[in-house]
């Protein structure tokens, strides 16, 4: 038996069960984690019932409450007397708290209360109670009475709530004319005005602004003016069609109050939907998580800007890194002699990698930011100063930054894939005629390639993720506009940018309504995920392919 055993164990067998096992386990708790955090996150955008309910609490006074339960759990019944409320020694020793949205925090306060089940009464789901998203405050939560249109109550042939649903679509149709006219058409008049005040600015400090320059300019500068004030006249008369509607809502302890219709982003009865209208429901609401801007200090409202700058940041830190990288592994594995100080520079290389990833964020404030930021201002924009240009934080300093982050990276992924291919290729090539430049760009580069996507993707990987050095060098809680848009010169690579890591850190810990953020944390995480997935598929779809037609290497 012993004999058995002992050549059990020789044979290798326990530790291949034991790798299979830390590997089901490791596989379990990945997936376990990313369903916790798809429930948490998208479950978020579903149209939950609303419950109606008299509360009474033993000592306090009853009052009829309204809302959707968000949460629940168990507490002592000792806890709840500290907090004031009578419960005698004879009850039970645990009940069940659970957290509602109650909504209407412009009356009430606070957007969610913990009640207790056990003293709920006269529990129902009433069909007409309606959810009110609003652009500020939060939800509000009401029964509808009537709409205005400025003083007058709108009386037709049509179900109030129909009415209600069209007057939402006017606004929201008057609300994206506004956003295009305020965001896209007035933003590029007044891009365009900064161009000649700094171009009026730079004839000045060279001595070039004659008369006729100046004339020029003004020309330019008055038929700009002239388009803004025609724009300025249209936004008017479209906010005073935006601010003309109105409905009167009833809560559901009687508070009666009229709100603009402008405010409202959506409006629907939950409890009247049918399966289909809250799937519809369901999309829309996922569809505006991921292609909408903030609001209500990222609370509420989509994340389209931090994915934008997470895939630029990503995309630039890409194009910079890859080149560094590989021209450096190129260097030190074909021309560098193998002698002592390569050997260090190689252990200076894997040094790098474990350096915190804050420490880069300081060296790049540092030395990118106000070192070298502020010379290229004094060099090539000093018409802009003392206002800096790249001396502030900003998209090129992140990117650049992670790509520092990142380079030791690449580099050892490139030097071991340079390593594998066999000396006998590059013998044949150069005995063929090809000199030691050419050998390297037609024969090893190519072969090498699938090590240098690993690279890329080990890259992508880390910095997609990384926050802390980005708190430093350019990453905003919310941005006014993208960082690529339609004016010149389209990509602004020293504007600040969102970020989805950053974003995740700053509804989780800095939101100042921590219960309505705390599902966001949870879907903002899983897109996190799905965006650096993406982003290595892609990379992996591009080495698979580069493997395949380079199978030499494999020889």
Same mark, same amino acid.
């Given at each position: 038996?012993?004999?058995?055993?002992?050549?059990?164990?020789?044979?290798?067998?326990?530790?291949?069960?034991?790798?299979?096992?830390?590997?089901?386990?490791?596989?379990?708790?990945?997936?376990?984690?990313?369903?916790?955090?798809?429930?948490?996150?998208?479950?978020?955008?579903?149209?939950?019932?609303?419950?109606?309910?008299?509360?009474?609490?033993?000592?306090?006074?009853?009052?009829?409450?309204?809302?959707?339960?968000?949460?629940?759990?168990?507490?002592?019944?000792?806890?709840?007397?500290?907090?004031?409320?009578?419960?005698?020694?004879?009850?039970?020793?645990?009940?069940?708290?659970?957290?509602?949205?109650?909504?209407?925090?412009?009356?009430?306060?606070?957007?969610?209360?913990?009640?207790?089940?056990?003293?709920?009464?006269?529990?129902?789901?009433?069909?007409?109670?309606?959810?009110?998203?609003?652009?500020?405050?939060?939800?509000?939560?009401?029964?509808?009475?009537?709409?205005?249109?400025?003083?007058?109550?709108?009386?037709?042939?049509?179900?109030?709530?129909?009415?209600?649903?069209?007057?939402?679509?006017?606004?929201?149709?008057?609300?994206?004319?506004?956003?295009?006219?305020?965001?896209?058409?007035?933003?590029?008049?007044?891009?365009?005005?900064?161009?000649?005040?700094?171009?009026?600015?730079?004839?000045?400090?060279?001595?070039?602004?004659?008369?006729?320059?100046?004339?020029?300019?003004?020309?330019?500068?008055?038929?700009?003016?002239?388009?803004?004030?025609?724009?300025?006249?249209?936004?008017?008369?479209?906010?005073?069609?935006?601010?003309?509607?109105?409905?009167?809502?009833?809560?559901?302890?009687?508070?009666?109050?009229?709100?603009?219709?402008?405010?409202?982003?959506?409006?629907?009865?939950?409890?009247?939907?049918?399966?289909?209208?809250?799937?519809?429901?369901?999309?829309?609401?996922?569809?505006?998580?991921?292609?909408?801007?903030?609001?209500?200090?990222?609370?509420?409202?989509?994340?389209?800007?931090?994915?934008?700058?997470?895939?630029?940041?990503?995309?630039?830190?890409?194009?910079?890194?890859?080149?560094?990288?590989?021209?450096?592994?190129?260097?030190?594995?074909?021309?560098?002699?193998?002698?002592?100080?390569?050997?260090?520079?190689?252990?200076?290389?894997?040094?790098?990698?474990?350096?915190?990833?804050?420490?880069?964020?300081?060296?790049?404030?540092?030395?990118?930011?106000?070192?070298?930021?502020?010379?290229?201002?004094?060099?090539?924009?000093?018409?802009?100063?003392?206002?800096?240009?790249?001396?502030?934080?900003?998209?090129?300093?992140?990117?650049?930054?992670?790509?520092? /982050?990142? @380079?030791? &990276? $690449? #580099?050892?992924?490139?030097?071991?894939?340079?390593?594998? *291919?066999?000396?006998?290729? =590059? !013998?044949?090539?150069?005995?063929?005629?090809?000199?030691?430049?050419?050998?390297?760009?037609?024969?090893?580069?190519?072969?090498?390639?699938?090590?240098?996507?690993?690279?890329?993707?080990?890259?992508?990987?880390?910095?997609?993720?990384?926050?802390?050095?980005?708190?430093?060098?350019?990453?905003?809680?919310?941005?006014?506009?993208?960082?690529?848009?339609?004016?010149?010169?389209?990509?602004?690579?020293?504007?600040?940018?969102?970020?989805?890591?950053?974003?995740?850190?700053?509804?989780?810990?800095?939101?100042?309504?921590?219960?309505?953020?705390?599902?966001?944390?949870?879907?903002?995480? /899983?897109? @996190?995920? &799905? $965006? #650096?997935?993406?982003?290595?598929?892609?990379?992996?779809? *591009?080495?698979?392919?580069? =493997? !395949?037609?380079?199978?030499?290497?494999?020889?």
């Amino acid at each position: 038996m012993r004999i058995g055993l002992k050549n059990w164990y020789k044979s290798g067998e326990p530790w291949v069960w034991l790798n299979a096992g830390a590997v089901a386990i490791s596989i379990i708790m990945v997936v376990g984690l990313l369903a916790l955090i798809a429930v948490r996150g998208l479950g978020h955008f579903w149209p939950a019932d609303i419950i109606k309910a008299n509360y009474t609490v033993p000592g306090q006074q009853s009052k009829v409450i309204a809302g959707e339960i968000v949460e629940s759990e168990e507490v002592s019944a000792q806890r709840l007397r500290d907090a004031g409320i009578a419960i005698s020694a004879e009850e039970s020793e645990f009940f069940e708290r659970q957290l509602i949205k109650v909504g209407n925090r412009d009356i009430y306060g606070s957007d969610f209360q913990w009640i207790l089940p056990a003293f709920l009464e006269s529990i129902e789901f009433s069909e007409n109670i309606m959810v009110v998203e609003r652009r500020e405050w939060g939800n509000f939560y009401g029964f509808l009475k009537e709409v205005r249109e400025g003083d007058r109550v709108i009386l037709d042939d049509k179900p109030l709530w129909e009415t209600f649903q069209q007057r939402i679509a006017r606004a929201e149709s008057i609300h994206d004319d506004i956003y295009e006219i305020e965001k896209h058409q007035i933003g590029r008049i007044n891009a365009a005005l900064e161009r000649l005040r700094l171009k009026e600015r730079r004839l000045e400090l060279e001595s070039k602004l004659t008369n006729t320059a100046q004339a020029q300019l003004q020309l330019e500068r008055a038929e700009l003016q002239q388009e803004y004030k025609q724009l300025e006249k249209r936004l008017g008369e479209l906010y005073q069609q935006f601010n003309q509607d109105y409905f009167v809502a009833e809560t559901v302890d009687g508070h009666q109050v009229t709100l603009s219709i402008g405010s409202v982003v959506r409006a629907f009865q939950p409890n009247a939907m049918s399966l289909p209208d809250k799937v519809a429901h369901y999309g829309d609401k996922v569809w505006e998580f991921v292609a909408d801007d903030p609001r209500e200090a990222n609370t509420e409202g989509g994340i389209f800007p931090a994915i934008f700058g997470t895939v630029m940041m990503v995309i630039l830190m890409s194009v910079i890194v890859t080149p560094f990288g590989v021209i450096a592994a190129v260097y030190l594995r074909e021309y560098a002699h193998q002698g002592a100080v390569t050997r260090m520079i190689r252990i200076a290389v894997n040094n790098l990698a474990g350096v915190p990833s804050i420490v880069y964020g300081v060296f790049g404030l540092g030395f990118f930011v106000y070192f070298m930021g502020s010379t290229i201002d004094e060099t090539f924009f000093p018409e802009a100063l003392p206002a800096p240009t790249l001396g502030t934080p900003g998209l090129l300093w992140a990117s650049i930054t992670l790509a520092l /982050l990142t @380079l030791p &990276v $690449v #580099i050892v992924a490139t030097e071991e894939g340079l390593s594998r *291919i066999p000396r006998s290729v =590059r !013998e044949g090539s150069l005995a063929l005629g090809a000199t030691k430049a050419e050998t390297l760009w037609r024969v090893v580069l190519p072969m090498a390639s699938p090590a240098m996507m690993t690279g890329l993707i080990l890259a992508v990987a880390r910095a997609a993720g990384e926050v802390a050095p980005l708190m430093l060098v350019g990453v905003v809680k919310l941005a006014p506009s993208l960082p690529l848009d339609g004016n010149y010169p389209y990509l602004h690579l020293d504007q600040k940018f969102m970020h989805l890591g950053f974003h995740i850190y700053d509804v989780g810990f800095q939101s100042p309504n921590v219960e309505a953020a705390r599902p966001l944390v949870y879907a903002t995480a /899983l897109l @996190l995920v &799905v $965006v #650096i997935a993406i982003l290595n598929l892609s990379a992996v779809a *591009i080495r698979n392919h580069l =493997r !395949e037609k380079y199978k030499a290497l494999e020889v």
